[in-house]
């Protein structure tokens, strides 16, 4: 980040850079190349997996988003750094998997995704007195705004969503466990924390990682491990499990708690673990509660959990 | 305001006042003509549709929560602008709107008003360190408690609340969309601030918005208006389109962010008209949330709505 | 409490003190004998019951999450206090009350009994500026993740959870409202503080009470008593009424209004008698906002009332 962190409005390159970090800054790395990384691996997956639309809103999602922290006069240097548009490409990713292609859908993804960029300024304001930001928080809320009126207005066709139902217990066990299955759940909890299902996409992620930090690569791949072994331990729904459902907020949690809010060390590796297995229960509960409306949690198990384990401003290895 | 606030209790016409000024301050009017004017349109309207006890529960709410305020001595010059009495008439229009007319539902008007001031005091100190007040929320949640209990106790019969459902999208549209009916509609958004399904209270809750404020009683009227070309555009159910329940948020919203937060100017207007928009979007999940229990959602999403447009804390038009 | 506080670790005396200083917080009493005869009820109750593994849950929570105190170096005169293992045992109580006896059940106590301690310092860092605590809310926020997920994952088995349901009205009263039923529902209701529906723990909590302060064992059963006489006036479900399920949380927020938050004196009196009715009411709002995904409130209620009672400010006799 530069001393004088103004941006020129205008400069293509400056802004290119300011929307590549955004899809860094998703996974917490504020890197160009690392962005650049994730996006052809959204691009991807996406297409392989016959779902291009997903690629293609997330990326109008973030050029909008950026846009919008132009627009706003949000600080320079958040923009240089990304943080306008990770809450954006996410935004374009999830209303794009869960909602039919309208016109709606597209109006949606464009006001939806410049709202995360003062939605999370407001957030940030709110939390700043605790110490802690909003993380993905704003792309959540925003998303589950959009969501949830899919179940209710016509322009916004809710086809691709899971069906509401009262919590049932799953008991058929349909996917099978032998170790090329697993690293291909492993890999998709990495892919899905971009809306993808895709275990080659989740490889390219790692790679985008490793390319601006290590660490970050290694806790990803460890957090979406551990999430596997717990969820498949306590028997959770085994078609999630194989879609990776229950791996991509863990990812995120054991990149912030490893090695972005706390510096590595074998403290902040223990607390990382704890933090990472909770967010496994969170996600099993969270998909309980919204059951109901169908909803899909999103981010939010990991935005919780890191949360709880932020707050209380332990000091360890930083 | 006078400066000194002192309210002598006793005195009938600075209660009666204060009562009047609570009504007004439903839509933020700090005026006993407006006040006067909302009365008369919730007594016109809920006679008009058959419901008298939706306005009386309202007249009694307000007297009951101005007393509570006296009696716990809050600060005077609130009490003088009504901000100890729109909580209240809005408890008693919204549980004699939902509950059957028995004494537990009288006894829960008395509390839940009552308890709407020190809610309202609570609350305010809670959201003092982002300079934004609790809006309607008092309001909000002291009657969803008493509006769910309706589902389980039986000294509260819940015969005017919807049904309990899982949430499914409605798709035959039997309301019909021309002039005279959507100038209906229209007006029914603005008359449901107050729980009243009547156009002609909406008339004159306007008249009574621009005997104190022009700028409100534009921004109420054009909020409703955004809010039914939104909801119509995005096919949201038709009946709610037709009975207001569409509209009334917005309109609060549309008075809280075009003229009573920021000063009116053309920056300022293109805000209301984005938070605007939001809050329908916001009234469409909520109502889709809430289904699984049959809870209405309140002026919730104009809330929600306009502290997202607060906390950010923009320098917009003043 | 000593001026010194550190507490020697490895001393056992010590360490059982924090411990049964722990049962006596979760009704706001810092007494090692108030703990004891809570855990004596405690035992009593769950194999009167034929539930002995909910005894056996909370003593093994109340272990380790004192435990986990003290090796987060957490301020050791809290530990004497005994504010490590409140929310621990009720975690132990809970999971073992609704949660099949697997080798899951028991690694989701310990992690989660763990947990409540450094959420409660995170819930409580939050909270410092409004100068209240997170009360039980650790325990009811934690243990609402694994219940939550005991619908979805098959290591913990449901099996004594209430079933999803969507909101009916029960009509049927099935439980007879003579005077010795009524004695021990109201007995329950203070029993049921700890997740036991039995009577005569319920007069062993109350002994223990009022072996550290006569106000809290007095508040305590005019709580019950309270909560008792306005869930039949209103016509609550028989079934909770009969198993103390409306008594718990009111009995732990009168004491808290009633001796704990405010001294004892006429006014504090009177709030207490209102914030205790109210905690009737969001008892039995929460228990049909949770009936789709059969999630029991635990004392939910108890902390909102709470916080809504103290957050005004109010200077009532203290």
Redesign the interface.
Known sequence: MEANGSLRLGCPVTYLHSCLRGAGQVMFQNSSWTGLLFLIGIFYGAYAEGQPLVAWGGAVALLVSTITGYV?EQPSDEGEEGLWGFNGILVGCGIMTFVGNTV?AWI?IV?CSA?TV??R???N??MS??GVSSFTFPFVFCT??????A??????P?EYMSA????????AIVHPLDLPHLLVYWLKGVSQVFLINNWVSGVLFLIGLALCSRWAAFWAAAGSGMALFIAI?????SSDIANGLYGFSPVLTAIALGCTFYKPSWRSALWCVLGT??TV??Q??????F?????PTLTAPFCIAT????????KIGR
């Open positions: 706003l709606g949606a006001l709202l003062w939605v300024r407001g957030f304001n709110i007195p605790w589950w705004i959009f969501l949830l009126c179940r209710t207005m016509s322009a916004l809710s509401v139902s009262l919590p049932t217990a799953e008991t331990a306590y028997g959770a729904p297995v909770t229960f969170i099993g509960a969270m998909d309980v509660l059951m109901p409306v169908g909803l949360w709880l384990f932020i707050f209380p401003k332990f």
